[in-house]
């Protein structure tokens, strides 16, 4: 019987390694065409013309992404109303979106407020509203 636990708990940590990996690989390919849309484009646009630019180059990474996509918010299982997300890329990662001059706290808790109504565990919050693009992960 503690064969079986030892191997059942080996087995989650390899599973839990794997889709590490696989989120990691994600938000590498998310970053590098968040810095490619930056220096095509610069700053100083709208944050829906780097959704969309954002999305196109995402899409020819290899990668799904979900623009706009409306998640449903649960309280006490009941459900309370929705956010629609910038970007949903290979249905792991939110990807949240802004074009201001500063990233502010409130900015990173609108990111974990989404990650707890998702029950996703990363969110990349990238402001293009500098002359140099700023990532920041967000993690829950």
């Known amino acids: 019987m503690i064969e079986n636990n030892k191997s059942s708990l080996l087995q989650s940590l390899f599973e839990s390694d794997q889709t590490q990996e696989k989120i990691n690989s994600i938000t590498e390919k998310i970053i590098g065409c968040a810095y490619k849309v930056a220096n095509n484009l610069g700053c100083g646009f709208l944050e ?3 959704e969309n ?12 992404v979900k623009q706009q996509e409306q998640i449903k918010v649960y309280y006490e299982k009941t459900e309370v109303g929705f956010y629609e997300a910038d970007l949903l890329v290979a249905d792991c990662v939110l990807v949240e979106l802004k074009a201001v001059r500063n990233l502010d706290d409130i900015h990173k ?3 974990l407020n989404y990650l707890k109504a998702t029950s996703l565990k990363i969110c990349l919050l990238i402001n293009f509203g500098n002359p ?3 990532v920041r992960r967000i993690i829950l």
């Open 48 to 50: 829906k013309v780097y």
């Open 53 to 64: 630019s954002l999305a196109y180059e995402v899409q020819k990474s290899g990668l799904s």
């Open 109 to 111: 808790a609108q990111c």
């Open 132 to 134: 140099k693009v700023e």
